[in-house]
């Protein structure tokens, strides 16, 4: 693991900080930007079109949760997950992160809270949703141009265990 500081240059917060993430499970939440519109190749999903502007993404980790975020942060990582071939792009960055308990919370129910906002859509379907259990869509969600209020992001992420960024 690159113990340096995140190439994600909006997080606050060195790899080795989010490795020590306490709770080895639970649901996290990154909140992206994409300073410019894109196109990426997601995996078997083929080439893809990303706005520009603010998205979330929501997993799951059920062993090792410190060790999966400081993986989505690296940029040194063989791609496996369709948010790994989207962070490779210079152009995204992780600007914030939140991380929820497992027992408490379900990932596509944090999921559905970004969904219900007026600006939510889903541009890309099925992105991380190959295990969904609620037709989510997709787990990535874009959010608009704007970042999001800090208002908004603590009501929807107000059960949140941990916040970076």
């Not at 939440?29 to 994409?34: E, R």
């Not at 979330?56 to 993986?71: E, F």
């Amino acid at each position: 693991m690159n113990s340096g500081r995140a190439k994600h240059e909006g997080v606050n917060f060195e790899l080795r900080d989010i490795s020590a993430v306490k709770c080895q499970q639970g649901i996290y939440v990154l909140i992206i930007k994409v300073s410019k519109s894109i196109r990426q190749v997601i995996g078997k999903m083929g080439e893809k079109e990303f706005a520009a502007g603010f998205y979330s993404y929501v997993g799951r980790a059920r062993k090792g949760l410190g060790k999966r975020l400081s993986r989505h942060l690296s940029s040194q990582k063989q791609l496996h997950w369709h948010i790994d071939y989207l962070l490779q792009s210079p152009e995204c960055q992780i600007v914030r992160i939140y991380i929820f308990s497992l027992t408490q919370n379900t990932e596509c129910g944090i999921n559905q809270r970004f969904l219900s906002l007026s600006e939510a859509q889903v541009i890309c379907p099925g992105f991380g949703a190959s295990d969904c259990r609620q037709a989510c869509g997709a787990h990535l969600v874009y959010l608009g141009i704007s970042p999001l209020s800090d208002s908004k992001l603590k009501k929807i992420c107000s059960d949140a265990v941990v916040a970076y960024g």
